[in-house]
Structures are given as C-alpha cells and as structure tokens.
C-alpha cells in the first residue's frame, strides 16, 4: 500500500466518524433538519464541510512540514556555509576538507525532497 492510499483510507475513516457524530448532535440540537429531504441535504452539506475541513487539514500538516524541514534543513545549510568559510579562512587542509564533507551533506539534506 502506497502512501497515498495510506492517507486516501485514513482521510475516508476521518469523514465516515466525523460525520456520524456531527449529524448526530446536529440533529440532537435541531430535530427538524431529519425531516424528508432535509435529512438528506443536511447530511450531504456536512459531508461537503468535513471534506473541505479534512483536506485543508492535510494542506496545513504539509506545509507546516515543509516550513519546519526547510527551516531545519535551512539552517544547517546556512551553518555549515559559514564554518566553510571560516575553514577556508585558516588555511588549514584537514579543516578545510571537514568543512568541504559537512557542507555538501547539508547541501544534499537541503535539496532532497524526501525526508
């Protein structure tokens, strides 16, 4: 099973539940939205709420992710430019290749787009 599906399955069990326990207080608050077709559409307008909520949820989490790995990731980049350069500044070829090792490695986390 892919990631995709992964999520795919989780994001369906999140909706069947939420919308089992929303329409069931909705309903408990204001009895008359049960009645006929109004049942239906009061069902079908939650579902589309919690779709919508439910999605831009899992926006939010990604974006939050990438803002916290770049920023990481950023830093360590950023770091690892200055102690490059402060290396390069000694003249010192053991600290130098150190510094040249750290800095790609911080290059290669920076621009990998998987975790």
């Given at each position: 099973?892919?990631?995709?599906?992964?999520?795919?399955?989780?994001?369906?069990?999140?909706?069947?539940?939420?919308?089992?326990?929303?329409?069931?207080?909705?309903?408990?608050?204001?009895?008359?939205?049960?009645?006929?077709?109004?049942?239906?559409?009061?069902?079908?307008?939650?579902?589309?709420?919690?779709?919508?909520?439910?999605n831009?949820?899992?926006?939010?989490?990604?974006?939050?992710?990438?803002?916290?790995?770049?920023?990481?990731?950023?830093?360590?980049?950023?770091?690892?430019?200055?102690?490059?350069?402060?290396?390069?500044?000694?003249?010192?070829?053991?600290?130098?290749?150190?510094?040249?090792?750290?800095?790609?490695e911080?290059?290669?986390?920076?621009?990998r787009?998987?975790?």
């Amino acid at each position: 099973m892919t990631y995709d599906e992964q999520v795919n399955l989780l994001k369906a069990y999140l909706l069947d539940k939420l919308l089992s326990a929303s329409y069931s207080w909705v309903i408990s608050q204001l009895s008359f939205l049960a009645w006929g077709p109004l049942g239906f559409l009061t069902k079908k307008a939650l579902s589309a709420l919690l779709d919508f909520i439910i999605n831009q949820s899992e926006l939010t989490a990604f974006l939050k992710f990438i803002d916290i790995r770049t920023s990481r990731q950023g830093r360590e980049y950023h770091d690892a430019i200055l102690d490059f350069q402060t290396a390069k500044g000694s003249h010192n070829a053991k600290d130098i290749a150190s510094a040249e090792r750290r800095l790609k490695e911080a290059f290669k986390s920076f621009i990998r787009l998987t975790n």
